[in-house]
């Protein structure tokens, strides 16, 4: 059965960072691509970052650029995202997502979320 479990999330101050993890079950990331999508309170789920299967190419949304890092772990099956000089743009739920580089993908390809609040 495919699983994607997040973890990591919590409450920060502006400026600070969080390293969120999303454990893989069923299937090997290897032989998928990756991704990480957010949804912030009342608002439409938005794509955040992608990786290609191989590993050898990441993409990010134009807002993040610079500040969060995607990045996998293929012996643990895992897959992070490294979130530095976070503001109060970026609380949002953050899922993992299964099969799609860049876009949302089904949400029977998400996992559950982890909660992401970035205080002023």
């Known amino acids: 059965q495919v699983q994607l479990l997040e973890s990591g999330g919590g409450l920060v101050q502006a400026g600070g960072s969080l390293r969120l993890s999303c454990a893989a079950s069923?299937?090997?990331?290897?032989?998928?691509?990756m991704s990480w999508v957010r949804q912030a309170p009342g608002k439409e789920p938005r794509w955040v970052s992608g990786?290609?299967?191989?590993?050898?190419?990441?993409y990010y949304t134009d807002s993040v650029k610079g500040r969060f890092t995607i990045s996998r772990d293929i012996a643990k099956n895992m897959l992070y995202l490294q979130m530095d000089n976070l503001t109060s743009d970026d609380t949002a739920l953050y899922y993992c997502?299964?099969?799609?580089?860049?876009?949302?993908?089904?949400?029977?390809?998400w996992g559950r979320g982890t909660q992401v609040t970035v205080s002023p």
């Open positions: 997502t299964k099969d799609f580089l860049q876009g949302l993908g089904p949400r029977s390809n």
């Open positions: 069923g299937f090997n990331i290897s032989n998928h691509p």
């Open positions: 990786i290609n299967s191989r590993g050898s190419v990441k």
